[in-house]
């Protein structure tokens, strides 16, 4: 056996965290993320993909056999408060929970206004700002009530505040409208005269150490813009530790044990990616061939230790190992899915270990040794969702547990598959304080490695019901056009997308966020910051679908993680000049 083959399979690990990082010159594909609450029975909260309410006359939906209406259990309505000028209009959105526990864009309220004369609201809940005032907004439906307030202003002008991570004011930030810049002062904040009452775009950015940000088409005169730092949102901290293979299943002739450790995850698994998983490479010296891995990845008698990238504070590490027989890995592994099939077939052998309870520090490496010993002895029944527009059908989801601890969600489960399986994983309690399971599986156009094609993910909750079920999934969107040259830009999402964010990253590093309302979209993109690199940035655009909050109710209040707001769906194209 050549001693160059047994580095393949490590080498595709690295592949197959590369969700949609390639060239691409097609239209479509992008990332996508859904999640959906599930409830005793098994049933996922509505997360609205399709557009149908929650409750409809007549429609009976998933919850009843009868067609009678469940009664409501809870209304809320967005934007909880808005300030416009005279002649804006916008929607009110309104998301109810039913007697079934089922939670989805709700269209049978009835709304009023105090004040006709400052703003008046029609049947469907469109709000038209008539003279300058304050007034409240009520939303009923089945006795119960949402209050919202809208403040009209005469003065065409918009006041932004501009922050950084920490919430502390920016001063001298720019901020462009019409062309036209202007500087926020010492508290950050800005007045910008703006000609109409209609959308707007305002541009805001600083240096070329922060994240710029437009906000398209807003009519929200109000709001709050955060500036991360280009830094912010890389980790930056580090672990490491060196294994214990004593729990691991000894490797037999023809065998070799290696396996994968991580930080824990810390982010929201909306905002989840493969390649969160790995880190840089390393060099593994394997009878004298040196081979690039990933640094987290370990091998008995060569690498007996690892290094695993983590954003700074609690943390923890876990650590996955087994033997795989050579002879597999060198017989047909074309793909990043071969090389998963080829792991999760030997789950049986592969043992689990998780270190909880640490800090890491950014800029500083964090010692977590692992003794992965915990077999992978239980399992999850899942059915798994259908493949949206743009997917062949026959692709396999992979799929992941993760139970959230304190320090963040740890992976304690694998399995690759379609619509009904079960999923191996660790016993429940494996890991420390753990305070709930999620399950996120991924598939991509053509199957796991197949390229920069269309991904999708989707993630929900294990609350130990006989059958995990997830939401439909959004269409996979489509990059339309795109001109460095002229700014233009045009795309086509999913039908039920209620928010969409283009990300242009440069080669420099450099980030353009661009905050976009519902639906398709062609415009003229105003990336003013000249040190931003227009010609060979990275175009990427997620339109996310959205129970909680709207366009204005972010805008207005400065909270665009969209991952924060779920329930959620996300799905993103990138093109690669």
């Known amino acids: 056996m050549s001693p160059r083959l047994l580095p393949l399979p490590l080498l595709l690990l690295v592949a197959c965290a590369t969700t949609g990082t390639g060239k691409d010159t097609g239209d479509t594909g992008g990332g996508y993320v859904e999640t959906g609450e599930v409830d005793e029975t098994g049933e996922t909260g509505d997360t609205a993909e399709t557009g149908d309410t929650a409750v409809e006359t007549g429609d009976t939906g998933d919850t009843g056999d009868t067609g009678e209406v469940p009664t409501l259990l809870d209304l809320d309505a967005w934007p909880t408060a808005i300030s416009v000028n005279v002649g804006a209009t916008y929607a009110v959105r309104v998301v109810a929970t039913d007697g079934s526990r089922e939670r989805g864009v709700y269209s049978g309220a009835a709304f009023t206004t105090d004040d006709s004369t400052v703003a008046t609201v029609d049947s469907a809940g469109v709000v038209t700002a008539v003279a300058p005032g304050v007034t409240s907004v009520h939303v009923a439906a089945e006795g119960l009530e949402a209050v919202l307030s809208v403040e009209v202003t005469a003065e065409q002008v918009a006041t932004l505040t501009v922050l950084d991570a920490a919430g502390a004011p920016i001063d001298k930030a720019r901020v462009v409208n019409a062309d036209v810049t202007y500087k926020t002062d010492a508290t950050g904040v ?42 912010a949102r890389d980790p930056a901290a580090e672990l490491h530790g060196s294994v214990d293979f004593a729990g691991l299943v000894a490797a037999s002739a023809g065998e070799e044990t290696f396996g994968l450790a991580a930080a824990s995850i810390q982010v929201p ?43 700074g504070g609690s943390v ?226 997620q339109s996310y679908t959205m129970l909680e909050g709207t366009f204005e109710e972010w805008v207005s209040r400065g909270t665009f993680d969209p991952g924060t707001l779920g329930p959620d769906t996300v799905s993103s194209f990138t093109y690669y000049p």
């Open 190 to 231: 800005v007045s910008v005269p703006v000609a109409t009452a209609g959308a707007e775009t305002f541009t805001v950015y600083k240096t070329d150490d922060l994240y710029a940000v437009s906000v398209v088409d807003t009519v929200s005169r109000a709001f709050t813009v955060t500036l991360d730092s280009t830094d």
């Open 269 to 311: 698994l909306t905002d989840f990616v493969i390649d969160d998983l790995l880190a840089e490479d390393r060099t593994l010296v394997y009878y004298g061939v040196d081979v690039a891995v990933p640094s987290n990845v370990f091998v008995k008698g060569y690498l007996e230790d690892y290094y695993a990238t983590a954003f």
């Open 316 to 541: 923890a590490a876990w650590g996955l190992g087994g033997p795989v027989p050579i002879a597999e890995l060198a017989a047909g592994l074309n793909g990043t899915g071969d090389a998963m099939a080829l792991l999760i077939g030997h789950l049986d052998d592969m043992r689990w270990g998780t270190a909880g309870g640490l800090t890491a520090v950014d800029g500083a490496t964090t010692e977590a040794p692992l003794a992965p010993a915990t077999a992978f002895s239980g399992s999850v029944h899942l059915a798994l969702p259908s493949l949206p527009m743009g997917f062949e059908g026959t692709e396999e989801q992979l799929v992941c547990t993760f139970d959230e601890s304190a320090d963040g969600f740890v992976l304690t489960g694998l399995g690759l598959g379609a619509g009904v399986m079960d999923v191996d994983r660790v016993p429940v309690g494996s890991v420390p304080a753990a305070t709930g399971t999620s399950v996120w599986t991924m598939a991509q156009v053509g199957g796991l490695g197949s390229g920069p094609t269309g991904t999708a993910i989707a993630v929900a909750e294990d609350r130990g019901a006989a059958t995990v079920t997830f939401p439909d999934l959004q269409d996979v969107p489509e990059l339309v056009s795109w001109s460095y040259n002229t700014r233009e830009l045009s795309y086509a999402v999913d039908a039920d997308a209620t928010y969409v964010r283009v990300r242009m990253i440069d080669p420099n590093g450099r980030t353009h966020d661009l905050y976009v309302g519902a639906g398709d979209w062609a415009g003229v993109v105003d990336l003013h910051n000249d040190d931003f690199r227009r010609p060979s940035a990275d175009v990427t655009v």
